[in-house]
């Protein structure tokens, strides 16, 4: 593998000096792009694209592109595991994910699949090695996965859900049940992020997507506790780095010091938590990324740069941030609106890493 020439990710989730504070997007290769639309066209469909290394790796490249991104992230989607355990993933216009079976019974967790990410989702491995081949070092690859938690809520309810009302039941009437769910997600997804890693991957992330739903013992029994057999079981080191991860729950703001205890490196933001109160909680446990509202690139770019110079001063001076947004970009954003919040993000941060 090719030496890294821009580690500012890496170094910034280990809370390491770095010379300005590093960026990248969640969704940052997506529908916002108009080469995004044309490679899905090319592609068939969603899914297709994302079975497809070449053009899997080709969506990941082109935000670098544009822009003098920190990181790339594998283009692929948090339900390939839910797949793979034989659910049947589809994607509704305007719906989003559904499934074709559920899981609400003995008899249906007993029908899923055993499986080896390395057989069974070679297809996002093999676009982690030809993203890795083709970033030649530029910078580093993040890899993910969603959460035990997340992932189940998309088996249980059958795709999105308003009420969480399938796991909820599921969770407060059936735990025994939950808990072997979860279980056996946990393990799923460790090997999956192993594997990611053995194919490239130089940081992870942990997308807690629906964390947030849960009451604050619900959410510590049924997702921080799965999130940590996940991260004991992950390696530490790749081609003689550390691996970083990062843990986000979006709406898990109230829970920091938990989350910020969990063995992860970094934690993510939502933009509902105020950057400079999770530093002061957090202090040197973890780095924090985040935290603009995804929204925001609505804004004019001089009201970007006004709130990027606000979050960049909330967190304050030294390393341990890495900026991002507080979910992911959503599709109707002008891309030279993100060429206006990475300028002002390189522009404004390098003042907070001064010696």
Same mark, same amino acid.
């Given at each position: 593998?090719?030496?890294?020439?821009?580690?500012?990710?890496?170094?910034?989730?280990?809370?390491?000096?770095?010379?300005?504070?590093?960026?990248?997007?969640?969704?940052?290769?997506?529908?916002?792009?108009?080469?995004?639309?044309?490679?899905?066209?090319?592609?068939? *469909?969603?899914?297709?694209?994302?079975?497809?290394?070449?053009?899997?790796?080709?969506?990941?490249?082109?935000?670098?592109?544009?822009?003098?991104?920190?990181?790339?992230?594998?283009?692929?989607?948090?339900?390939?595991?839910?797949?793979?355990?034989?659910?049947?993933?589809?994607?509704?216009?305007?719906?989003?994910?559904?499934?074709?079976?559920?899981?609400?019974?003995?008899?249906?967790?007993?029908?899923?699949?055993?499986?080896?990410?390395?057989?069974?989702?070679?297809?996002?491995?093999?676009?982690?090695?030809?993203?890795?081949?083709?970033?030649?070092?530029?910078?580093?690859?993040?890899?993910?996965?969603?959460?035990?938690?997340?992932?189940?809520?998309?088996?249980?309810?059958?795709?999105? *859900?308003?009420?969480?009302?399938?796991?909820?039941?599921?969770?407060?009437?059936?735990?025994?049940?939950?808990?072997?769910?979860?279980?056996?997600?946990?393990?799923?997804?460790?090997?999956?992020?192993?594997?990611?890693?053995?194919?490239?991957?130089?940081?992870?992330?942990?997308?807690?997507?629906?964390?947030?739903?849960?009451?604050?013992?619900?959410?510590?029994?049924?997702?921080?506790?799965?999130?940590?057999?996940?991260?004991?079981?992950?390696?530490?080191?790749?081609?003689?780095?550390? $691996?970083?991860?990062?843990?986000?729950?979006?709406?898990?703001?109230?829970?920091?010091?938990?989350?910020?205890?969990?063995?992860?490196?970094?934690?993510?933001?939502?933009?509902?938590?105020?950057?400079?109160?999770?530093?002061?909680? $957090?202090?040197?446990?973890?780095?924090?990324?985040?935290?603009?509202?995804?929204?925001?690139?609505?804004?004019?770019?001089?009201?970007?740069?006004?709130? $990027?110079?606000?979050?960049?001063?909330?967190?304050?001076?030294?390393?341990?941030?890495?900026?991002?947004?507080?979910?992911?970009?959503?599709?109707?954003?002008?891309?030279?609106?993100?060429?206006?919040?990475?300028?002002?993000?390189?522009?404004?941060?390098?003042?907070?890493?001064?010696?």
């Amino acid at each position: 593998m090719s030496e890294l020439k821009n580690d500012r990710l890496l170094r910034a989730l280990l809370r390491q000096p770095v010379d300005r504070t590093p960026i990248w997007m969640m969704r940052q290769a997506g529908r916002y792009l108009p080469e995004y639309r044309e490679t899905r066209k090319q592609a068939g *469909s969603f899914l297709d694209l994302c079975k497809n290394a070449e053009l899997a790796c080709e969506v990941t490249l082109q935000p670098l592109r544009r822009y003098p991104m920190d990181a790339a992230i594998l283009f692929s989607d948090i339900l390939t595991v839910p797949d793979a355990l034989g659910l049947g993933l589809y994607f509704e216009e305007g719906e989003g994910p559904r499934f074709r079976k559920t899981v609400r019974s003995e008899s249906d967790l007993a029908g899923l699949n055993a499986i080896s990410a390395d057989d069974d989702l070679a297809y996002v491995m093999n676009a982690v090695r030809t993203i890795r081949r083709e970033l030649r070092g530029q910078v580093p690859l993040i890899g993910f996965s969603g959460s035990p938690w997340t992932l189940a809520t998309y088996m249980v309810e059958g795709g999105s *859900s308003r009420d969480f009302l399938h796991i909820k039941t599921m969770a407060y009437d059936r735990p025994e049940l939950m808990h072997q769910l979860l279980s056996l997600l946990a393990d799923a997804v460790a090997d999956y992020l192993a594997a990611q890693v053995r194919a490239g991957a130089q940081a992870l992330q942990i997308f807690d997507t629906w964390g947030g739903s849960l009451s604050a013992a619900g959410y510590r029994e049924f997702s921080l506790k799965y999130m940590q057999r996940v991260l004991a079981r992950l390696p530490a080191e790749a081609d003689g780095r550390q $691996v970083p991860v990062i843990v986000f729950t979006k709406g898990g703001g109230q829970w920091l010091n938990a989350i910020a205890d969990c063995g992860a490196q970094a934690v993510g933001l939502d933009w509902t938590t105020d950057i400079a109160t999770a530093r002061e909680q $957090v202090g040197a446990r973890v780095a924090l990324q985040g935290n603009m509202d995804p929204t925001m690139l609505y804004a004019s770019p001089e009201r970007i740069r006004e709130e $990027v110079a606000t979050i960049l001063a909330g967190y304050g001076h030294g390393s341990g941030h890495v900026f991002n947004l507080g979910h992911g970009i959503t599709p109707g954003v002008n891309p030279d609106h993100v060429t206006a919040f990475v300028d002002a993000v390189q522009e404004l941060s390098p003042q907070y890493h001064q010696a």
